[in-house]
């Protein structure tokens, strides 16, 4: 085979499969699919989308519910040599419009209760659109029953596009990020070696497919390292539990571990025969990983990731994993932190922008060259938008997003930091501090945050705890408590919401 062909991430996963029988995928229902039947399933799928139009470099646009025939047609997609464009299942047809006239896909795959809202969506851009309910059922798969397995696969070059992911968006409109066959197998490799991954592994999969989480970080590295997950549609605290006596693997968001924390079943003893819990796509608030380590003995190995890179660094499978830090860069990968107005790198410990640069980091933005370009240093380093820093033992910490930065009497205040001093007030359950418009000070500092049931924390408490254990330019102005904060469907606190809600709180009466 020649190299190019040796670049299509479906023959890099699938090629050198020892045993067509080895498990794969076991459903909550009992269905158990080998590694056999996915190359089979595959190879269907891929004969109906090429019957579909589907040429090599084509967009197919999914936005369908979570189901093994999903993950099928995600291989099928890539072995035909055209591009998954996973869509979030909450994305509503006025938002799909935009991502579809946008990309212009020649398939859309959508639930049959979207298809004829979709139809006219599709029509736009002359797609044809197939259907795929929850349960793995619909146009696309009765098609797929009646095709032939054997299917060539298509050779692609590491630089060819495997997916493309929109970010969530939360400035401006959302943006592409384009991944190739490289980015996606390189990264998926890298992480099957740092965490220690084996055929012996078992993954609880409860995560969303239609991001790098749950697509190609829990998926792909279980299937590079010959492992098998047992794929559960969505979080449920109580079967988690009770899958953990046969598993090793769990990978999840933040609110995994805080709804896991809450269930009283959640013991040393219920977590015995697992290896790993990784957690990431929103910070970990420290409190949750020391009390997670106190109560299972376990302690969870958080990791940093984006669309636009996959992981970039993570905590170590032997070594200390530091509360409230992501970890080092991982092989392959470099990070800096730089000044974010001049562009030079700054001295470990000091605040700035993070940038990453190594085989992971996407080619680019669809169709917007200017804004690719914007992101890039000369050097090749790409500038993600986060603040953080590296510490002098090398652990990088994320302190916030560059939009999230506040600047407050001409002074820099970093959210994380306060947010930090008012999550270990007792009787808080988050926090999240905010800058929104001031007469006088340009941003006025503001911190929202959720209490625990029955605590007696209040504004003036919590303005009382901070004195003294903040410069004064970084003092909260005022301090809202509310019921919950905003979250997107990652579990990231949305803080462009909070901002619209209290942008006019201080303005002049």
Known sequence: MNQAADANLFSRLFDGLDDPKRLAIETQDGDRITYGDLIERAGQMANVLVERGVKPGDRVAVQVEKSVANIVLY?????????????????????????ITDAE?????????????????????????????AGGKGSLTEAADMAKSDFTTVPRANDDLAAILYTSGTTGRSKGAMLTHDNLASNS???????????????????PI????????????????????????????????KLMARATVLMGVPTFYTRLLQNPALSRETTRHMRLFVSGSAPLLADTHREWSARTGHAVLERYGMTETNMNTS????GERVPGAVGFPLPGVSARVTDPETGKELARDEIGMIEVKGPNVFKGYWRMPEKTKAEFRPDGFFITGDLGKIDHKGYVHILGRGKDLVISGGFNVYPKE???????????????????????????????????????????SVLKAL???????????????????PRNTMGKVQKNILRDTYKDIYAKK
């Open 105 to 133: 896909p020649s398939l859309v795959v959508c639930d049959p209760a979207k298809a004829e809202g979709l139809a006219a969506i599709a029509a736009k851009v002359k797609a044809k659109v197939e259907t795929l309910d």
């Open 418 to 460: 306060i947010e930090s001093e008012i999550d270990a007030m007792p009787g808080v359950v988050e926090s999240a501090v905010i800058g929104v418009p001031h007469a006088d000070f340009g941003e006025g500092v503001t911190a929202v945050l959720v209490r625990q049931p029955g605590a007696s924390v209040d504004e003036a």
């Open 467 to 485: 004195d003294g254990r903040l410069a004064k330019f970084k003092m909260p102005k005022r301090v809202f408590v509310v019921d919950e904060l």
């Open 75 to 99: 291989l099928a997609t890539v072995r035909a040599g055209a591009v998954y464009l996973p869509l979030n299942t909450a994305y509503t047809l006025n938002e799909l419009d935009y991502f």
């Open 189 to 207: 490799l890298t992480l099957v070696d740092y965490w220690r991954f084996t055929e012996k592994d078992v993954l609880i999969h409860a995560l």
């Open 210 to 241: 239609y991001h790098t989480h749950g697509l190609f970080v829990a998926t792909n590295v279980t299937l590079f390292a010959r492992a098998s997950m047992i794929f559960l549609p969505r979080l449920d605290p109580d079967l988690i539990i």
């Open 315 to 318: 905590n170590p499978y032997d």
